[in-house]
């Protein structure tokens, strides 16, 4: 049983006393004691030790006081999984040495069984879930199919990904033979992650909002759908497509519990595009939280306002950023825990 | 007089026999005779010498059949007048090797004699409207305050510019000092430009989609809506803020003649935003013109039809990518010379 499970009730559509509030990327480099993890062992190693990925999941719920703890892991190890080889390189990002771009290339790729190969992803939730002890819930999580094939093409981060649109563009049986093989090899996954105890799974879109509306539905939104179609009996969904605000009602159409959205768009613009039959989840500015304590938790009450008491998670836009002062994280957090909504009562009749 | 005025009847409101066409960095790498003179001229020297930036403008007028040319300079020229270094590292992009982060730093930026430092601009101007002999008209352009502090602070691209929102975030009377210069530089900048022969002046605002609505409006369209005011009497202006969607009524309310839009909006939803008042300019996915040429052509089939035959500048969403086969881009330019608008009663009608 979980003593603080706001975030399921908030999924659920249910009247909370308040939003919860967890941050993308919140295990991460911002937090000292992340950093001196860092320093001691490689990424990977902190991704597949099950004891390292679990201490790393623990600390912003023990010092930040979150209300959900997010797996510490990477969306890209499900393309090592699926035979290809990534490295990641400190303050770069990932590289993979032999990108997909051929028919040849793609032969190397195979949806894998993922308990054998994804295995210390489940034990680590096993541990995590062992140590939160009922304290907050656990969410788990992937990347979207088009956000890993972008990694699959292009092989290393880029602004435009034009590769992999090029790709998309010029062999799209290929590229959709792809997609499918992420998306069962994805939904394998998370349904493992389920079963070792993740209480929420959320599916990162990075790189949805560079396609048009249309590219989206084609090579992005039809795969998640599959993705949230085959887990949302299971367990709420929230589905994150920085970027893709064009596509808010089809994304609340899937079904999903929630929807993560970005700072760029307006709540109220937000909430009238996805309707009111799904929870939304953001929308703080990352830069944001750079911003001196007192104009930030001004920012903060005005975004709690803005979404209104009812099917809200507060959050950032996208990841928290490294330089952010940790008494900053915290001021956000304990922001969202001490805010009462102006117009409650009109807000709340959704 | 010129001889193709579409472009000039289109920003107008009229109704013309066809929409205007051109690319957004039509005269770029994409172009073997542009690759020539790269391989032999560095890139400031193509920029700063008169009759090198004349036949790099006139190229894709000449090879492409576009219906404007628009000046091959950089946006960046303007630093390099208000006092700062700016190299320019052929496949990596823009170093300032001394950004503005601290009051000291901001005591090196002025207010320049636009006439005296960027005399080889205006000079470039006179000498393409001679080149040109009224063929088709010559868009002028400057970057928007906004994109230009975030090279001036961040000092090289980046993915997120955040060290130019903590910039602002946390020095927001600095921020607005440089803004406020940037502005009356740029000012002064384009009517120069509009004196040399500049027949319409564009404002890149680049990196104005990485801001939220709030800030956009603080950081970037109050500098912007000053250019517009002090120009659109003289001239129609173009207002491109990649990215900006939730803007385009703020954009509209400037009285600028025309907005650029990029790829990841529908015509008809970036119509409902912006209104009847304004000519929209795009949005084709620059990554769309590596899609083999039947389907590139019903692709601007589609996009000319969604956008109906008026108020529409046929272009791309962003910048032509240096990889697109030249026979592409002049298949994107001849599918919309003959294209022929269904619904076009209806359409018309607006």
New interface residues.
Partial sequence: MLKNNLLLRTLAGEKTERAPVWMMRQAGRYLPDYRKLRDKYSFFDRVQTPALATEITLQPVDQIGVDAAILFSDILVVLQAMGLEVQLIENTGPVLPAPVRTEADARRVFVPNVEASLGYVFEAIRLVKQELNGRVPLIGFAGAPWTLLCYMVDGKGS??F?LT??FC??QPVLAHQLLQMLTDTTIAYLRQQVKAGADVVQLFDSWG?????D?FEIFSLQYMRQIILALKQEVPTILFAK?A??SLAEMAATGTAGIGVD????PD?ARAFAGHQVTLQGNF????L???IP?LKKQVTRMLNDFGPRRHIANL?HGI?P?VPVDHAKAFVDAVKSHSYQNDFEKSSL
Avoid: Q
Avoid at 263 to 266: E, G, N, S
């Fill in positions: 602004k435009t034009d649109k090029s563009y010029t909002g560079l396609l048009g509306p590219d970027g605000w064009h700072w760029c768009i307006r613009t500015d990352p830069a944001r750079l911003t001196p104009e836009g950023l330089n």
